[in-house]
């Protein structure tokens, strides 16, 4: 069991309960411990499953991911090979990625063959499988015969979704023809060895409402092949620097009353609009009580690559539609890091936002965003402070101006001198003007610890104003 505790099966869900059901059941069975379900149906830009794996492979917490649809099933026997040959191999690094053989499975239970290659069970160069790879035809290879590195897979699907949807490529229902060629180009070319397995250890549905099976059906045979031989074409190429996502951290918790949910609500319309492009991937926290900021950020990071970047944002805050080049020039001209203070408007459901320069900007920050890097290098100068109490934000930004500007401003929370400070970035956050939770009670315990910290905080930089405003 302690190898398997180092593998995820991403399940990529299409709202098929029935299909979906017996594929849980079948990696229950099989004995793999760590299960993500993602649906994809709710990611409406998502033209192929190239955004659909990458998401699913983003909310695993292991280094080593296997990709199934819900159409598809798990051998029983697959779990102990994983837990005597494919984890110990792997762990041992003497090969990068494993694949095993599969069947197709009709839904009478009768079984087919689906051969992909023909050879003994062994570690051999990955030039082996690329060699397979690079025939020119119509061969697709499913990732559920293989076991993954995480970060090569998420960024071989950034990868396609932003290179085969531009070179001509074609994709049939359901998915953008080529991503799963990428995903193992880049491994083969990304590792020296390979694990193969000459057992049958998943299977491949097949019926009537596959993709698959409708292209076969319909006699589609040259658009399957245009589309993987121009995946194909974009392996051989040099892989891109891979972009970035924000991870959208945010606290999870039920709202104090019926107007703070509406609130909530509205606001997170904005965030959905976001998601469905995957430029955003979220990222809810759930916690006992109140949780702290460092817990927060660090669960981004956790979720992060290195060229991602992690934003902390309020539960009633919303985004305007620019929101992710804004952010992302922000944390560039931060140097790793921005604050983000929120502007004032009276939001409409449904309506997007797209420009809040005319707007007020009292001062009050509700989204911060940084590298994982920068975090890294700042997480222990940050006091450990509570959320929606009492100037953690105030904390954060002078951590912030610090590092971007060279020194803290002389004022704190206001919003004009942030007009020159490069930890700043206005016109990317909303929310209705309402009093902060902290306001109501500056005596509450909760708000009072975070006032002993940031007090500590501010008398260590000598700023004697702050220490008087936080008495």
């Known amino acids: 069991m302690a190898e398997r505790d180092g593998l995820t099966c991403c399940v990529t869900s299409f709202r098929r309960p029935e299909r979906l059901k017996a594929c849980l059941e079948s990696i229950v069975t099989a004995g793999v411990p760590n299960i993500v379900v993602f649906d994809g149906e709710e990611y409406k830009d998502d033209v192929g499953c190239n ?3 990458m998401i699913a492979a983003y909310r695993a917490r292991t280094r080593r991911v296997l990709l199934i649809h819900d159409d598809d099933l798990l051998d029983p026997a697959f779990g102990g090979a994983y837990e005597t040959v494919i984890g110990p191999c792997l762990d041992r690094r003497d090969a990068g990625f494993a694949s095993w053989n599969a069947e197709l499975k009709y839904d009478d239970g009768t079984r087919g063959p689906a051969p992909y290659f023909s050879g003994e069970s062994a570690v051999m160069p990955s030039r082996h499988f690329l060699d397979v790879i690079l025939e020119r035809g ?20 950034k990868e396609a979704g932003e290179t085969l949807l531009t070179n001509g490529s074609l994709y049939r229902p359901g998915m953008l023809l080529g991503t799963e060629i990428l995903v193992y180009m880049r491994h083969c070319q990304a590792f020296k060895r390979w694990l193969h397995l000459d057992r049958v250890l998943s299977y491949y549905g097949h019926w009537e409402g596959s993709g698959t099976v409708h292209l076969q059906a319909h006699q589609a ?3 399957m092949v245009t589309g993987y031989d121009l995946a194909r074409d974009q392996g051989l190429c040099r892989p891109p620097e891979p972009t ?7 606290s999870v918790y039920e709202p104090k009353d019926a107007e703070t949910r509406e609130k909530q609500g509205i606001a997170q319309e904005s965030w959905r609009w976001h998601f469905a492009s995957s430029c955003f991937i979220d990222c809810p926290v759930v916690s006992e009580g109140l949780p702290k900021i460092r817990d927060l950020l660090d669960a981004g990071c956790r979720m992060a690559l290195p060229e991602d970047i992690v934003a902390y944002v309020n539960a009633d805050c919303g985004l305007t539609t620019h929101a992710f080049e804004r952010t992302v020039a922000g944390v560039a001209r931060g140097n790793g890091v921005t604050c983000l203070g929120h502007h004032v408007l009276e939001p409409v459901p449904g309506r997007l936002y797209k420009d809040l320069t005319n707007l007020k900007q009292p001062g009050g920050i509700d989204m911060v965003a940084m590298s994982p890097s920068w975090w890294s290098l700042h997480r222990d100068r940050m006091p450990d402070m509570l959320i929606a109490r009492e100037a953690w934000d105030s904390v954060f930004a002078v951590l912030a101006e610090e590092w971007a500007d060279g020194r803290a401003l002389d004022q704190v929370s206001c919003a004009d001198p942030w007009k020159t400070s490069k930890a700043h970035t206005p016109n990317v956050c909303w929310h209705k003007e309402h009093f902060s939770p902290w306001q109501e009670d500056r005596h509450e315990p909760l708000n009072q610890y975070n006032r002993d910290l940031a007090r500590e905080f501010f008398a260590a930089r000598g ?8 008495k």
Do not use: K
């Open 51 to 53: 955004n659909s794996w």
């Open 138 to 157: 119509a061969r697709t290879f499913s990732p559920c015969v293989s076991v993954f590195n995480r970060t090569i897979l998420i960024r071989a699907c």
């Open 221 to 223: 045979h040259n658009i």
């Open 244 to 250: 970035p996502r924000i991870i959208l951290v945010h």
């Open 463 to 470: 700023n004697t104003v702050m220490v008087g405003l936080l």
